[in-house]
């Protein structure tokens, strides 16, 4: 087999596949390293790592905002996390299930950030509602199977991913204010 070569402006003879390396090269020295792929992504498993636990770490350290997109509220720690960072004059929002809010022990939950000041809203599409997302001002956002629960951290086979990235998190945060301004599917959590 002939390789294929190209002669250059400087009449130099280039095999076709050295060229495209070159290309190649060249390409990638032009396009920004790292675009999108700069995210750093911790992986807690549950009940070994106690996910919660570093979920709660986390609603310490939000200094404009955390919102909580989650089917499954119960934890005290949680609940107290949340409290506190409105407290701090964080700005503080919660999205549930209204099928949820059956439970007495989220009731209870949701009673507790209610009397806190922190807005809640449910959805109307009950049994839905399958994210367990909290972002946190604009660089840390999470995701995974875990409910903000003691059997989420302490007992059930569970996932929590902790993402460190603006351009996922600004997404994150997109997503739940859509969500937030749905008037169709979700409403203001009523406390009885």
Known sequence: MIPVCHVTSMGAVVPTRILRSLCLALIMLAV???AGWSATVEVY???DDAPLDRLTTLYGHAKRYLYVAVYGLTSPRAVEA???????GVDVRLITDRQRTEDVKQRTALHTLHLAGIPILVNEHDGLMHLKQAVIDDEVNTSGSMNHTTSGNRYNDERLDVVTDHAISVKAREKFLAMWNDHNRYRAWEAH
């Open 32 to 34: 920004p390293v790292g």
């Open 45 to 47: 498993y549950a009940p």
């Open 82 to 88: 949340m409290v506190a960072a409105k407290k701090r």
